[in-house]
């Protein structure tokens, strides 16, 4: 089997754009064919990537495109998209109108309207492969933690308490402006609203939020915010978007309470703790290599069948919370969301 054609596409997001090309590099399936930097200029690019796109491309051994077109004309057979978030639908239907397979970094998008764009664009190309970014799926213990809950083995879950640590960006404008980042709220927000459906397995119908901009004003909306959601199935949910806390904390947190018992986990290097009223479990502490993880999967399900462990119908559920949650604080109210059937 020949080695998978691959590229990159955009600098703004920039961990992800250098750490998921550095991984596919460094595969034998893999032939990394080019980046491209989309017109930015490299003190751009450093802000976001901390290396230029010529440094980049050189470490990888690969040409440098401006053109998106001119990374076309080398025939990728898959891209990694890690753009303005705001025009990550723009370059995913340009790759699938191609047949291009395609890794969009998180979130997918910052509107439910791109979201159901790319679905539709999938839908009449269904063997391409669209991987929404979502890395949180990939940590052991929020994976230990699902499993327990749908099992059944601490009982139906009543309450669930999830929350994300992660400073707000400000290294550069796009970050720091809503429309092209999402900001704080769904950049961050969509961690918390994909897993807590995810480990529950039920998706919200109803949300109330609250939000304030503690500590960054240069920052469009709001730095710090919490969702009260109920589930189709009963269940209540709190999730925390925490974007000012500068000392050691957990990246993520997770709380399950259950009718007969409860599951706690936590990330980086914390365990998962399952207690019940007849016993208790620590699971070993471990450091999950989320983001590598999340590029292999892709690659997995192109090169190997895989089948992907997200899909951009479920990334819309997410980015339909998160509007909902943006609906209530300027009501003020709780909102109901509407899936029409997704």
């Given at each position: 089997?020949?080695p998978?054609?691959?590229?990159?596409?955009?600098?703004?997001?920039?961990?992800?754009?250098?750490?998921?090309?550095?991984?596919?590099?460094?595969?034998?399936d893999?032939?990394?064919?080019?980046?491209c930097?989309?017109?930015?200029?490299?003190?751009?690019?450093?802000?976001?990537?901390?290396?230029?796109?010529?440094?980049?491309?050189?470490?990888?051994?690969?040409?440098?495109f401006?053109?998106f077109?001119?990374?076309?004309?080398?025939?990728?057979?898959a891209?990694?998209?890690?753009?303005?978030?705001?025009?990550?639908?723009?370059y995913?239907?340009?790759?699938i109108?191609?047949?291009?397979?395609?890794?969009?970094?998180?979130?997918?998008?910052?509107?439910?309207?791109?979201?159901?764009?790319?679905?539709?664009?999938?839908?009449k190309?269904?063997?391409?492969?669209?991987?929404?970014?979502?890395?949180?799926?990939?940590?052991?213990g929020?994976?230990?933690?699902?499993?327990?809950?749908?099992?059944?083995?601490?009982?139906?879950?009543l309450?669930?308490?999830?929350?994300?640590?992660?400073p707000?960006?400000?290294?550069?404008?796009?970050?720091?402006?809503?429309a092209?980042?999402?900001?704080?709220?769904?950049?961050?927000?969509?961690?918390?609203?994909?897993?807590?459906?995810?480990?529950?397995?039920?998706?919200?119908?109803?949300?109330?939020?609250?939000?304030?901009?503690?500590?960054?004003?240069?920052?469009?909306?709001?730095?710090?915010?919490?969702?009260?959601?109920?589930?189709?199935?009963?269940?209540?949910?709190?999730?925390d978007?925490l974007?000012?806390?500068r000392?050691?904390?957990p990246?993520l947190?997770?709380?399950?309470?259950?009718?007969?018992?409860?599951?706690?986990?936590?990330?980086?290097?914390?365990?998962?703790?399952?207690?019940?009223?007849?016993?208790?479990?620590?699971?070993?502490?471990?450091?999950?290599?989320?983001?590598?993880?999340?590029?292999?999967?892709?690659?997995d399900?192109?090169?190997?069948?895989?089948?992907?462990i997200?899909?951009?119908?479920?990334?819309?559920?997410t980015?339909?919370?998160?509007e909902?949650?943006?609906?209530s604080?300027?009501?003020?109210?709780?909102?109901?969301?509407?899936?029409?059937?997704?």
């Amino acid at each position: 089997m020949k080695p998978l054609r691959m590229g990159l596409v955009g600098f703004a997001q920039g961990y992800y754009a250098t750490l998921y090309s550095r991984i596919c590099s460094r595969r034998k399936d893999v032939e990394f064919i080019g980046v491209c930097d989309l017109w930015m200029s490299s003190s751009d690019v450093e802000a976001c990537a901390e290396i230029t796109a010529e440094k980049h491309a050189h470490d990888l051994g690969v040409p440098l495109f401006h053109h998106f077109k001119d990374l076309l004309e080398e025939e990728p057979q898959a891209l990694i998209i890690t753009c303005e978030t705001a025009d990550h639908h723009r370059y995913a239907i340009n790759a699938i109108e191609h047949g291009i397979h395609a890794f969009i970094g998180k979130p997918m998008t910052v509107s439910s309207a791109a979201a159901r764009e790319i679905i539709t664009a999938r839908a009449k190309h269904p063997g391409v492969v669209i991987l929404p970014g979502e890395p949180a799926r990939y940590e052991d213990g929020m994976i230990q933690g699902r499993q327990s809950v749908l099992s059944g083995e601490v009982g139906r879950p009543l309450m669930v308490h999830l929350s994300i640590n992660h400073p707000a960006m400000t290294n550069h404008s796009w970050q720091m402006d809503v429309a092209r980042s999402g900001g704080p709220f769904i950049e961050f927000g969509s961690y918390v609203a994909d897993l807590v459906e995810w480990v529950i397995g039920s998706p919200v119908v109803s949300v109330y939020a609250l939000a304030e901009n503690f500590m960054h004003p240069q920052v469009g909306g709001p730095d710090n915010g919490k969702l009260l959601c109920q589930h189709a199935n009963g269940t209540l949910s709190s999730l925390d978007i925490l974007c000012s806390i500068r000392w050691g904390y957990p990246f993520l947190g997770l709380e399950v309470i259950c009718e007969r018992g409860s599951i706690r986990a936590d990330y980086h290097n914390y365990s998962v703790y399952i207690q019940r009223s007849d016993s208790s479990r620590l699971a070993e502490t471990r450091v999950s290599a989320m983001n590598q993880r999340e590029i292999e999967h892709f690659l997995d399900c192109v090169l190997y069948g895989a089948q992907p462990i997200i899909t951009p119908e479920e990334y819309l559920s997410t980015i339909l919370l998160l509007e909902a949650a943006c609906t209530s604080l300027e009501t003020k109210s709780p909102v109901k969301i509407i899936r029409d059937g997704v």
